[in-house]
């Protein structure tokens, strides 16, 4: 475990990275993602997607809701990642996640897979 | 956040939304009718919107909507109140009631929407925000809102399922 840094409601974990010889970064969000705490989490993305990884996961399997201003964060990850050659994944959301995900059609945009070693397999 | 309360828009000449989209279009009315129900449950909140979105949640299945539903109805609300955050001054408002057919959350603040199409576009993937009250209106059956210098009331209303409709 790199950092598993907390905010509120929100717990943000980077478990594995590329950097470090790891085929794939893997952060970890757990709790709830709302407007209240998306600069921190934009913060600690912005870290991750700063070292430039090929394959971003995002698990989401301990996110217990998202609201529009925390997707607007992964928006921006994902656009990022994409300018830099990289992908970003999405790991096993909850309902209330897969919901926001759906409504705003954003799993279109970004593959959503059911387990790390899914998103890993691409 | 789309915009809907943006400063560019709070200052703004434009005049400020009247809304209640029904029916028969948008016709705008002069006042959302007075909060029915006998006694409803009200809250005030600043920053604290899991609290509210547990409220909501709780009472959304005490009233009979499916967990499905009332997801809905907490991200919804959720929404709305994260909005008086980024762009109300001042702390909001929160009341629920429910009777046998609809559950009502009605949120209140002193920010003023003056986009009167606030929320019935769908934005972007590439826009920085504005999915908060498109959000809103995707998931809810009706949604009121009326904004003027004094503030901008939203009500969103869930259709409950008929008790006995095998549910």
């Given at each position: 475990m790199w950092y598993n840094k907390?905010?509120?409601?929100?717990?943000?974990?980077?478990?594995?990275?590329?950097?470090?010889?790891?085929?794939?970064?893997?952060?970890?969000?757990?709790?709830?993602a709302d407007v209240t705490n998306t600069d921190e989490l934009r913060r600690l993305l912005d870290e991750e997607v700063s070292q430039q990884p090929r394959t971003l996961i995002i698990d989401l399997s301990g996110l217990r809701f998202m609201d529009s201003s925390a997707l607007h964060a992964l928006l921006r990850v994902n656009r990022a990642l994409d300018r830099q050659g990289g992908v970003l994944a999405l790991v096993s959301p909850q309902p209330a996640v897969a919901k926001i995900l759906r409504l705003t059609t954003a799993d279109r945009l970004i593959p959503v897979f059911g387990s790390v070693a899914e998103a890993a397999a691409g | 956040m789309a915009k809907p309360r943006g400063a560019n828009l709070r200052d703004s000449k434009r005049p400020p939304v009247s809304r209640f989209p029904g029916p028969d279009g948008d016709a705008p009315v002069p006042s959302l009718p007075s909060p029915d129900p006998d006694d409803p449950m009200s809250y005030s909140y600043t920053t604290d919107l899991a609290a509210i979105r547990a409220v909501v949640h709780r009472y959304a299945v005490q009233a009979g909507l499916t967990e499905s539903r009332a997801i809905d109805l907490t991200l919804?609300?959720?929404?709305?109140?994260?909005?008086?955050?980024?762009?109300?001054?001042?702390?909001?408002?929160?009341?629920?009631?429910?009777?046998?057919?609809?559950?009502?959350?009605?949120?209140?603040?002193?920010?003023?929407?003056?986009?009167?199409?606030?929320?019935?576009?769908?934005?972007?993937?590439?826009?920085?925000?504005?999915?908060?009250?498109?959000?809103?209106?995707?998931?809810?059956?009706?949604?009121?809102?009326?904004?003027?210098?004094?503030?901008?009331?939203?009500?969103?209303?869930?259709?409950?399922?008929?008790?006995?409709?095998?549910?």
């Open positions: 907390c905010v509120d409601l929100l717990t943000v974990s980077v478990t594995a990275r590329e950097s470090a010889g790891e085929p794939y970064t893997l952060v970890e969000i757990a709790g709830e | 919804a609300v959720s929404e709305v109140a994260a909005n008086t955050i980024k762009h109300a001054k001042s702390p909001g408002s929160l009341k629920i009631w429910y009777d046998a057919k609809e559950i009502v959350c009605q949120i209140r603040d002193e920010g003023v929407i003056t986009d009167p199409m606030a929320g019935r576009r769908e934005p972007s993937l590439d826009a920085q925000g504005g999915h908060g009250l498109w959000i809103v209106n995707q998931v809810c059956d009706q949604v009121e809102m009326q904004s003027d210098e004094n503030g901008t009331t939203i009500r969103l209303h869930m259709n409950l399922p008929r008790r006995g409709a095998g549910q």
